[in-house]
């Protein structure tokens, strides 16, 4: 299995909550700072990232399986209340016409 091809002008990243790969764009980006996982959604911030459908049904299954602290390599639990107030605000707006 050496064969691995970089689609390069479309870059994939799995969701660190379903687990399934998904366009880079279509995923959020979150960064570990100071113990709090934050929303990356303009893809600046400095750091490891780890990526999850901006959904609360992927961020769940994200924050039950430690998946976060696992991916950002945190030394202990992170907190992802900010994070959780954030996709429920991107999930309502999407929801708007
Ligand atoms: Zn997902």
């Not at 399934?20 to 934050?38: F, Q, W």
């Not at 991916?71 to 994070?83: E, H, I, K, Q």
């Amino acid at each position: 299995m050496s064969g691995r091809t970089h689609a390069r002008a479309c870059p994939e990243r799995t969701c660190v909550g379903c687990r399934e790969r998904a366009a880079k764009k279509d995923l959020l980006r979150i960064v570990a700072v100071e113990g709090d996982c934050v929303p990356d959604h303009r893809g600046t911030l400095p750091g490891r990232g780890a990526y999850v459908h901006p959904a609360l049904v992927c961020l769940d299954l994200a924050v039950r399986r430690r998946a976060f602290t696992r991916a950002l390599r945190a030394p202990g639990a992170l907190d992802t209340a900010a994070l959780r107030h954030y996709v429920e605000q991107t999930v309502a707006e999407q929801a708007t016409p």
